[in-house]
């Protein structure tokens, strides 16, 4: 069963500083609401739609999706949406989804 949104959005709340792929720098949340989780970068910032995170956990619930860190990226553009799926991995991993 994936996560409840709302402990989605209490973990996130405050911000979080989240360790990205090696290499990658440290990936910033700066706060999540019923609909996305925003991001950002020192080049950008953006939002993760809260739909295609709950189908990816839905998907890694089912087992239908990889559970390794290094592959769920072209999963989850595959499957999911092509929305920024190093930064939709990196919450995944950060909410316990992702090995």
Do not use: C, F, Q
């Not at 994936?2 to 989240?18: I, N, Q, S």
């Amino acid at each position: 069963m994936a996560t409840d949104w709302a402990d989605v959005v209490t973990r996130y709340r405050d911000g979080a500083e989240l360790p990205s792929m090696p290499g990658a720098r440290t990936l910033k949340v700066t706060g999540a609401d019923e609909g996305y989780v925003y991001v950002s970068h020192r080049l950008w910032k953006d939002r993760i739609t809260r739909a295609h995170l709950e189908k990816a956990m839905t998907l890694l619930d089912e087992g239908k999706m990889t559970r390794n860190y290094g592959d769920v990226i072209d999963h989850y553009r595959t499957y999911i949406a092509d929305e920024r799926p190093t930064t939709a991995a990196t919450i995944l991993k950060d909410l316990g989804y992702l090995d």
